[in-house]
């Protein structure tokens, strides 16, 4: 009976697989189940019709191909019960668990629907360097999906920076069940793949005469197409240095020590976050009084005006000013050429929005985070500040204040959405943050010290 079904789903499967497929789609937009389900959805689509167009089921093993059939029915079921108990929360705790199995079975399941399409390149590879090359291309992949889901959440759902350290420790944990994934999937190849020679039945030795047809030589056709004509590009010294890289030591070490990399950024950036949410504050009803409002730097323009993100700020500051929440503005930005003046612009900004010129503080030498919070410590004296900034960059200078010992809290200040680009360098920066305090960087910019408490016409230029 078992048989009988399978020559059944061998014959018709094409039909039968964009027919599932299509009503796995169906099924994930019904119950709301993400959009990188329904990108998966596409992505499993396409690779299996690839590898039945491209003709690499005809070049496995009999036993291979069916393991590799069942897999590509099996797992878009698999992936959708375990996305229900998730996005629905069917049973207590069921998050943590089924997002494990939902790793775990993604893995082992894309390695057995794409290991056709390596078929041949890993038969020459002893074991250890097949599971090393596999490894490296299935963990690339859990890379681009963490950096996908990353975009999803911060650009699309635009879930709050307070709340992202839980997907940068949960991105840890992913990547690390990824791993068991591969091993179980390459047990089960390797379990099913019993080479060329394995003992077949008769219906089995009619199935390998199929390789004798037409098609499959069709195929040997346009591979040899290729490797006529791309063989001279492949010969030259370049790709022969690096024609067995996942073998030779120095790709382990570069592997290692980018998944190291990887793994660290993500940490540092959970830390960061983590441990400075609670003084992030989104409504500035709810803000305690500080001392002083430290308005971080931002580009502006040679006609005097301030880009999107220096005028939220700027009017951010402004708001929380007349409502009393500060007593006083420290204007900290670029003012390294005669040429590019953050500092005055933002200050006669605010001056024309009815700040007194007595309550505005100027730094010139804010060229950075570090250098702007570090001075306002160490030049202007401040005791406490609200921060005010974007939610992408306010973990990075509270973190910074809380290091060097200043009482801090941040307001949001977005106004408008922030680009990507802004989210995506704020994870590198925070690593540059992190070093700085560990190493007790100081300001390369000191100078005379000017009280937030005195007159603030002594920091003017």
């Given amino acids: 009976m078992l048989k009988k079904t399978l020559n059944i789903l061998a014959r018709y499967w094409v039909i039968l697989f964009l027919s599932w497929m299509t009503f796995m789609y169906w099924f994930a937009v019904q119950f709301e189940l993400g959009l990188n389900w329904k990108m998966l959805i596409v992505i499993w689509t396409v690779i299996a019709v690839f590898a039945r167009i491209g003709g690499f089921l005809k070049i496995i093993p009999v036993r291979l191909s069916k393991l590799w059939l069942v897999s590509v029915f099996i797992y878009p079921l698999v992936e959708t019960i375990i996305r229900i108990y998730i996005a629905k929360d069917i049973i207590a705790y069921s998050w943590r668990y089924f997002n494990t199995a939902e790793h775990f079975f993604w893995m082992m399941f894309l390695l057995i629907i794409s290991y056709p399409l390596f078929y041949k390149v890993l038969q020459k590879l002893n074991g250890f360097h097949r599971f090393i090359h596999i490894f490296g291309f299935l963990m690339v992949i859990g890379i681009f999906n963490e950096f996908f889901e990353f975009i999803i959440r911060d650009y699309i759902h635009k879930i709050p920076q307070s709340e992202m350290g839980v997907w940068y420790k949960d991105t840890i944990y992913d990547l690390s ?62 790709f022969k ?56 730097g931002a580009k502006v323009y040679d006609d005097g005006t301030l880009s999107f993100i220096m005028q939220d700020r700027a009017d951010t500051a402004i708001e929380i000013y007349n409502l009393g929440k500060v007593e006083k503005i420290l204007v900290s930005g670029d003012h390294g050429t005669t040429g590019y003046d953050e500092v005055n612009t933002v200050k006669n900004y605010l001056v024309k929005k009815g700040i007194p010129e007595k309550d505005i503080f100027t730094d010139h030498a804010g060229f950075d985070t570090y250098d702007s919070v570090y001075r306002a410590k160490n030049i202007f004296e401040v005791r406490s500040m609200i921060i005010v900034t974007q939610e992408f960059h306010l973990p990075r200078a509270i973190y910074i204040a809380n290091s060097l010992g200043v009482e801090s809290v941040g307001i949001v200040a977005d106004k408008r959405r922030s680009f990507l680009i802004n989210y995506l360098r704020e994870n590198v920066a925070r690593i540059k943050a992190f070093l700085n305090v560990v190493f007790g960087a100081e300001s390369e910019f000191l100078g005379e010290r000017i009280p937030i408490t005195g007159e603030s016409k002594e920091s003017w230029d």
């Fill in 177 to 238: 069940i990824n791993i068991p994934g591969v091993i179980a999937g390459m047990i089960l190849v390797h379990f099913f793949d019993k080479g060329q020679k394995q003992e077949v039945d008769v219906e089995d030795n009619k199935n390998l005469e199929e390789l004798k047809n037409d098609k499959q030589i069709k195929v040997k056709k346009l591979l040899s197409f290729f490797e006529k004509h791309l063989k001279s590009f492949f010969d030259n010294k370049f």
């Fill in 241 to 296: 240095l690096i024609k067995k890289p996942f073998g030779s030591k120095w790709f382990k070490r570069i592997f290692i020590l980018g998944v190291a990399s990887f793994i660290f950024l993500i940490g540092i950036n959970f830390y960061i976050i983590k441990s400075t949410q609670d003084q992030i504050y989104f409504n500035q009803d709810n803000l305690p009084e500080y001392q002083t409002a430290l308005l971080l």
